[in-house]
């Protein structure tokens, strides 16, 4: 059993930042793809940035473009959200997200909530302005 949990979270001021951590364990970590979404209050979970476990591909939100970055260790089997700039509007339950270990993950499908198996618990950002 896959678990991620998800650490970093916190409350901070407009223009702060804050590194997100998401740690993988349990049986062998073999996923194809990590992301990150969000779930503002009131709102559905959104999509904000994924990354191809073994290689170099990346996918952002348009709301995040430029002021996230979403990187890996692979070693550590253990992912991060560096979130730069922050805005009230991005405040919102941050969740970790993996998948199985697919064979292939089409481009589009890396924004697509089926695509993940495994998801955190998730953790709380709050930007105040």
């Known amino acids: 059993q896959v678990q991620l949990v998800e650490s970093g979270g916190g409350l901070v001021q407009a223009g702060d930042s804050l590194r997100l951590e998401c740690a993988a364990s349990?049986?062998?970590?073999?996923?194809?793809?990590m992301a990150w979404w969000r779930q503002p209050p009131g709102k559905e979970r959104e999509f904000v940035a994924a990354?191809?476990?073994?290689?170099?591909?990346?996918y952002y939100s348009d709301d995040v473009k430029g002021r996230f970055t979403i990187s890996r260790d692979n070693a550590k089997n253990t992912g991060f959200l560096q979130m730069n700039r922050l805005r009230p509007e991005d405040t919102a339950v941050y969740y970790c997200?993996?998948?199985?270990?697919?064979?292939?993950?089409?481009?589009?499908?890396?924004?697509?909530?089926?695509?993940?198996?495994?998801w955190g618990q998730g953790t709380q950002v709050t930007v105040s302005s």
């Open positions: 997200a993996a998948d199985q270990g697919r064979l292939r993950i089409w481009d589009g499908s890396y924004y697509q909530r089926s695509t993940y198996d495994y």
């Open positions: 349990g049986r062998a970590f073999g996923a194809t793809a």
């Open positions: 990354l191809k476990w073994r290689g170099t591909s990346t």
